[in-house]
Nanobody, 123 residues
Framework: QVQLVESGGGLVQAGGSLRLSCAAS????MGWARQVPGKERDVVAA????????YYADSVKGRFTISRDNAKNTVYLQMNSLKPEDTAVYYC????????????????????WGQGTQVTVSS
């Protein structure tokens, strides 16, 4: 079973940037999801384990970038031009479903989850 450890959350002003990191070893398709109280958790970015395929939710497209460094067993989420509505707990997730180019875009597709890291964007 893979263990996922997120880091990099915090408080930032609107328009600012943050980079989240997730330590994860193994050949997994990876994703980042976020959740606010009272709402469902949604996948905002995903990447195949080969790294050649990515997915972004419309709400973050053009502002967030998912990447992975397999040599460091780390997945990143670079978040730029942050908005107050990006405030949420962000979770790193992994799945061993699918193949080299498979990206998991639904929460139900992920088998493993990190503990979450809070991102707060002030206006």
């Amino acid at each position: 079973q893979v263990q996922l450890v997120e880091s990099g959350g915090g408080l930032v002003q609107a328009g600012g940037s943050l980079r989240l990191s997730c330590a994860a070893s193994g050949r997994y398709a990876m994703g980042w999801a976020r959740q606010v109280p009272g709402k469902e958790r949604d996948v905002v970015a995903a990447m195949s384990w080969g790294g050649g395929s990515t997915y972004y939710a419309d709400s973050v497209k053009g502002r967030f970038t998912i990447s992975r460094d397999n040599a460091k067993n780390t997945v990143y989420l670079q978040m730029n031009s942050l908005k107050p509505e990006d405030t949420a707990v962000y979770y790193c997730a992994a799945t061993n479903s699918g193949g080299y180019y498979y990206t998991a875009i639904q929460v139900a597709e992920y088998h493993y989850w990190g503990q979450g890291t809070q991102v707060t964007v002030s206006s």
